[in-house]
């Protein structure tokens, strides 16, 4: 989805621990303008350890944003003052969605057009996190299969606007659109 020249959008799906975080860490590590978007909130003290262990694997010089609901603001306001936005990760933005608007499809499908859209025109490149959810186990509940789908359909939305979607494996990337060798 090249509309602006030397733009690249990647997104990095994967298991849990699959080596995600590490893939699109190491794309942003090759230019000297990053701005990381973090879409975890410290709910519980799991999350707090892990938020920091993620915080200590950065370069320092990287800009943090903590954006849980609104990547489309994200994108606007910090794409065009940077040459990668990495997002981490898609998993959780759509756990934030489903607890913010209480299910309202209506209200999630609006901010996920606005972040499509700001997807699409962002001036620089991106690469995304997000787990691949789609070859689980069921889950048993109501909740737990709506944000699957939730999940499985954004995953869709972000691989049909990048360049490219690598999936990652035991820590071993695979192209699945575009190339693994993606240029950041």
Not at 10 to 20: A, F, Q
Not at 59 to 85: F, N
Not at 121 to 131: E, F, G, L, R
């Amino acid at each position: 989805m090249r509309d602006i020249p030397g733009k690249a959008i990647t997104l990095v799906l994967g298991g849990v621990r699959s080596g995600k975080s590490r893939f699109a860490q190491s794309l942003a590590e090759r230019v000297t303008s990053v701005v990381f978007v973090a879409t975890a909130q410290a709910l519980d003290h799991e999350m707090q350890v892990k938020i920091q262990r993620h915080q200590a694997e950065r370069p320092e010089q990287w800009r943090t944003v903590e954006e849980p609901l609104d990547l489309d603001r994200a994108l606007v306001e910090e794409g065009p003052r940077h040459q990668l936005v990495l997002i981490d990760c898609l998993t959780l933005y759509a756990a934030n969605l489903l607890a913010a608007e209480s299910g309202n499809l209506a209200v999630m499908e609006q901010r996920l057009q606005r972040f499509y859209a700001a997807l699409r025109s962002v001036p620089c490149s991106v690469a995304i996190v997000s787990n691949e959810v789609g070859s689980g186990v069921v889950p048993a509940s109501p909740d737990g299969r709506s944000y699957r789908d939730l999940l499985g359909e954004i995953n869709q939305r972000v691989a049909s606007i990048a360049d490219n979607v690598v999936l990652m494996v035991a820590g071993l990337p695979l192209a699945l659109k575009g190339t693994a060798e993606v240029r950041a």
